[in-house]
């Protein structure tokens, strides 16, 4: 899993047909310190999750198969919200 | 596999219900090196792990599972720890020494 931020909301009306009624958000991956990491993505959201929150969300299939049609076709899912993040040596040597 | 030191835990009281009861790590990819290699990821700890133990992961969701013991065959579990690395050593010399 890996730590994101949710930064919106995706509407899309022409989809697969297993991904109806399926809440789609913008997430842009980050760092534990909250530092962007990378480009940002679509995810399904399986738990609720809200703008502004930060969430860990599963890569590749797994990601999809908290749906109720647990094969559709995902890349990414949010899986959890985060209510702490303990990080006690903030990274030194990782400049990626 | 990725070899990884265990740097931190996460709360998190709303999450998918396979996610239950079971310990959420952070934890950073090292190379041969001992090198940060990657951005830090979040793994279910299989196997009892704490903060500074090294750590070897499974970062393919159909052993994760297996890992962890997951009842639910279709668990959205993309990476788990399941093993603590003992000793780790490389032509370099010794990388890694459990204390």
Same mark, same amino acid.
């Given at each position: 899993?890996?730590?994101?931020?949710?930064?919106? *909301?995706?509407?899309? *009306?022409?989809?697969?047909?297993?991904? *109806?009624?399926?809440?789609?958000?913008?997430?842009?991956?980050?760092?534990?310190?909250?530092?962007?990491?990378?480009?940002?993505?679509?995810?399904?959201?399986t738990?609720?999750?809200?703008?502004?929150?930060?969430?860990?969300?599963?890569?590749?299939?797994?990601?999809?198969?908290a749906?109720p049609?647990?094969f559709?076709?995902?890349?990414a899912?949010?899986?959890?919200?985060?209510?702490?993040l303990?990080?006690?040596?903030e990274?030194?040597?990782?400049?990626? | 596999?990725?070899?990884?030191?265990?740097?931190? #835990?996460?709360?998190?009281?709303?999450? #998918?219900?396979?996610f239950?009861?079971k310990?959420?790590?952070?934890? $950073?990819p090292?190379?041969?090196?001992?090198?940060?290699?990657?951005?830090?990821?979040?793994?279910?700890?299989?196997?009892?792990?704490?903060?500074?133990? $090294?750590?070897?992961?499974? @970062?393919?969701?159909?052993?994760?599972?297996?890992?962890?013991?997951?009842? #639910?065959?279709?668990?959205?579990?993309?990476? @788990?720890? @399941?093993?603590?690395v003992?000793? @780790?050593e490389t032509? #370099?010399?010794?990388?890694?020494?459990?204390?």
């Amino acid at each position: 899993m890996q730590l994101a931020k949710v930064i919106g *909301t995706v509407v899309a *009306t022409c989809k697969d047909p297993s991904l *109806t009624g399926v809440k789609l958000l913008a997430i842009q991956p980050v760092k534990p310190s909250g530092k962007n990491l990378g480009a940002p993505i679509v995810a399904v959201d399986t738990v609720g999750a809200g703008y502004g929150e930060m969430v860990f969300y599963s890569r590749g299939k797994e990601g999809g198969m908290a749906l109720p049609e647990p094969f559709a076709p995902v890349d990414a899912g949010i899986v959890g919200i985060i209510d702490h993040l303990y990080r006690p040596v903030e990274e030194r040597n990782n400049n990626q | 596999m990725i070899l990884a030191r265990v740097v931190g #835990n996460v709360v998190a009281t709303q999450k #998918n219900k396979d996610f239950a009861g079971k310990k959420l790590l952070l934890i $950073l990819p090292i190379d041969t090196q001992g090198i940060p290699a990657g951005p830090e990821l979040l793994a279910v700890d299989g196997v009892g792990a704490g903060e500074g133990d $090294l750590v070897v992961a499974i @970062a393919e969701g159909g052993s994760a599972r297996q890992v962890v013991k997951s009842k #639910n065959p279709i668990a959205p579990i993309d990476l @788990a720890i @399941a093993g603590i690395v003992d000793i @780790a050593e490389t032509k #370099n010399g010794t990388l890694y020494l459990y204390k």
